[in-house]
């Protein structure tokens, strides 16, 4: 069974500080997916990743993917207020019935 | 123009009653899905079409059921909700013939079962 696993699940962090945040799934995926989701809204897709090695960067995000180890990283640079919200990573594959599985989350706050 | 819409954006009803939620994407996308997230945030997907054919069938109970009319809407049928069933679906689109995958989500809609 497709299990997708992230850490941590709640960040509090000073603005203007770096961290990562880490997705391990447990099977051969097709496609990695980060989301972010503001309070109360919807869900925005920030990155897909398809391949080993793929790195994809956005503003002060930065995704990346190694399928041997299984994990993908979201890198935050020099954090800012704006970016305040739950991340969450979601991998889908053709092994099992092209099935996506969602990461519990990651609830990000920046403090100033 | 929204690219995801959805309708209604809040619905209570009660226990034992059957209601549907629309949804529509203007993007000329060839697949679209529906998610369920419950009130701890945990996100599933339930169902997606690609070009009006259902190609994941996730292990939601058999009183939910997608209709496609065409490739620009997906509508969720509910029958006989229950407490459980009480949660934020979203509806999304994506490309997926040649890629790029990207998802757009609707607005979500609010679903309170009483």
């Known amino acids: 069974e497709l299990k997708v696993e992230q850490n941590p699940l709640f960040l509090s962090m000073q603005e203007g500080k770096n961290y990562t945040i880490y997705c391990n799934y447990s099977?051969?995926?097709?496609?990695l997916y980060w989301y972010r989701q503001d309070p109360g809204k919807s869900l925005e897709s920030l990155f897909v990743?398809?391949?080993?090695?793929a790195v994809k960067q956005e503003g002060r995000l930065m995704a990346s993917l190694d399928t041997k180890a299984r994990l993908s990283t979201l890198h935050i640079t020099a954090a800012v207020h704006d970016l305040s919200a739950t991340y969450f990573c979601?991998?889908?594959?053709?092994?099992?019935?092209?099935?996506?599985?969602f990461g519990a989350g990651t609830r990000l706050t920046v403090k100033p | 123009d929204t690219a995801v819409s959805q309708t209604p954006k809040y619905l209570v009803t009660q226990m034992g009653n059957d209601k549907s939620i629309k949804c529509e994407q203007n993007?000329?996308?060839?697949?679209m899905y529906w998610y369920k997230q419950d009130s701890k945030k945990f996100l599933k997907i339930m169902f997606s079409?690609?070009?009006?054919?259902?190609?994941i069938n996730e292990t939601v109970p058999n009183r939910f059921s997608p209709k496609s009319p065409d490739k620009a809407h997906l509508n969720l049928h509910i029958n006989s909700l229950e407490l459980g069933d009480s949660a934020v679906y979203f509806c999304?689109?994506?490309?997926?013939?040649?890629?790029?995958?990207?998802?757009?989500f609707g607005p979500g809609t609010r679903l309170l079962v009483l």
């Open positions: 999304a689109s994506s490309l997926t013939s040649g890629g790029p995958f990207i998802q757009y």
């Open positions: 099977t051969t995926s097709d496609r």
């Open positions: 990743l398809l391949s080993n090695g």
């Open positions: 979601a991998v889908d594959s053709r092994y099992n019935n092209n099935d996506m599985r």
């Open positions: 993007l000329g996308h060839d697949t």
């Open positions: 079409y690609n070009n009006k054919e259902l190609i």
